[in-house]
């Protein structure tokens, strides 16, 4: 069980004030506040290790490398991946999928294949497939869902066919909270030889992730999200695929050996990691996954299952509010419009009174027309929230309701 006023004690920024009122976060899908013992984990390295890695033969060098190649292999069992080298550090999700639609979609998708990704995903799971099917000449299939915001199964696995090259889908739904039931999406695919790209962005700070048991031929996932620092992330992917996959950027530490004639690439992990990369942020990320681990994924789960279901309720019986995306699996998100007031007035007014909501098409247009709406507003939960800070959250739409009427 959590200890809540324990738990907000470890984020300084939870103590702030915003407009003169305790600052209410809940705006934790778009990025997570970060524990002092990450902060303090930064702060140590540029103060007593700064250093690049991989190169020097002196201590800070070592000593820095040493802590870079710890934080992969934090992420490694963190995930359940077979090898250290399977974990490609990135800038964070959104470069993640980009290297994978580059690189390894380069290899599979020709003239006439499919990608098919779904009707829930982020722009950064659909514009690189998009890029690539236009260079490719193939097309960008959209699995369909339902009023609820559910996939459509059976949709899906019509759509299935020997045109089909890569699936690219979320975990969970940035814009509507659904989880994606992962487990027969991936087993219909596999049956037919197809790969499956997972976005975890969503959910990998929420709820257990086993890259082994689930499957999946490529994971990606950003640090912000999962209380480490920004500019961080990372892609798990499968060996068999990664040693296949040429270099998504050239430079400095990818390779063995250059001369003016030839070019012998590095070793896995190396060769997808070109120049100097976010050491402190790799670093930090580690530390943040190991707090994420004292605490514990099932305690962090109920939680935020139990923040979901009491916001859920208390909104729902505000005369006027509308919930978008009613799955009867969701995670962490509610996100709702007003009868006759805009979304960014909502989160303006709510701003007002200290409560930090997003506001907008979340990254995810395509969902939005998919329910006939410009934009929500999107309050989403982490562990350290509270019930009153939902019930101040439920007053100030009460008002804004007010206001307006």
């Known amino acids: 069980m959590i200890d809540t006023n324990l738990i907000r004690k470890d984020f300084p920024i939870l103590a702030t004030f915003v407009n003169n009122k305790p600052l209410v976060y809940l705006d934790n899908a ?12 930064l702060v140590d390295y540029y103060t007593n290790t700064n250093s690049n890695i991989h190169r020097g033969v002196h201590r800070l060098s070592q000593e820095a490398t040493k802590q870079y190649e710890d934080a992969r292999i934090i992420v490694q069992k963190f995930i359940n991946a077979k090898h250290s080298e399977e974990i490609i550090f990135t800038r964070g999700a959104t470069e993640s999928v980009n290297l994978v639609a580059a690189t390894f979609g380069d290899i599979v998708v020709n003239a006439g294949d499919e990608v098919l990704i779904s009707h829930l995903e982020h722009h950064a799971n659909i514009v690189p497939w998009q890029v690539l099917c236009h260079k490719k000449n193939a097309t960008l299939k959209v699995i369909p869902i339902n009023d609820s915001g559910e996939i459509l199964l059976d949709e899906y696995e019509k759509m299935l066919s020997s045109k089909t090259k890569i699936v690219a889908v979320s975990h969970i739904s940035n814009a509507l909270g659904t989880i994606t039931p992962i487990a027969p999406i991936i087993e219909m695919a596999h049956s037919r030889g197809i790969p499956v790209l997972l976005d975890t962005a969503q959910s990998i700070q929420h709820i257990p992730i086993d890259v082994q048991q689930m499957d999946c031929d490529f994971i990606i996932a950003s640090g912000h999200k999962m209380y480490g620092p920004t500019g961080i992330g990372f892609l798990y992917g499968k060996r068999e695929h990664l040693d296949k996959m040429q270099p998504y950027q ?24 070109a120049g100097t990369p976010n050491i402190a942020g790799a670093i930090g990320l ?10 514990g994924l099932d305690a962090i789960n109920g939680r935020e299952n139990g923040l979901l279901a009491y916001g859920t309720e208390i909104l729902q019986n505000i005369d006027g509010l509308h919930i978008i995306g009613t799955s009867a699996h969701k995670s962490s998100i509610i996100s709702f419009v007003l009868d006759g007031i805009h979304p960014h007035d909502i989160g303006t007014f709510l701003d007002a009174d200290g409560i930090a909501v997003r506001t907008g098409h979340h990254c995810a247009e395509p969902t939005m027309h998919r329910f006939g709406i410009p934009a929500t507003t999107r309050i989403s939960v982490a562990f350290y929230n509270t019930k009153e800070e939902l019930d101040a959250v439920a007053d100030s739409i009460r008002n804004v309701i007010t206001m307006f009427r």
Not at 286 to 295: C, L, N, S, T, V
Request: glycine content about 6%.
């Open 30 to 41: 778009a990025t997570t506040q970060k524990p002092q013992v990450v902060i303090d984990t």
């Open 250 to 273: 050239t430079g400095g530490d990818m390779i063995l050996s250059v001369s003016f004639e030839k070019t012998i690439y590095n070793d896995l992990p190396y060769k997808f990691e």
């Open 286 to 295: 580690g530390k943040a996954i190991e707090y994420i681990q004292k605490i």
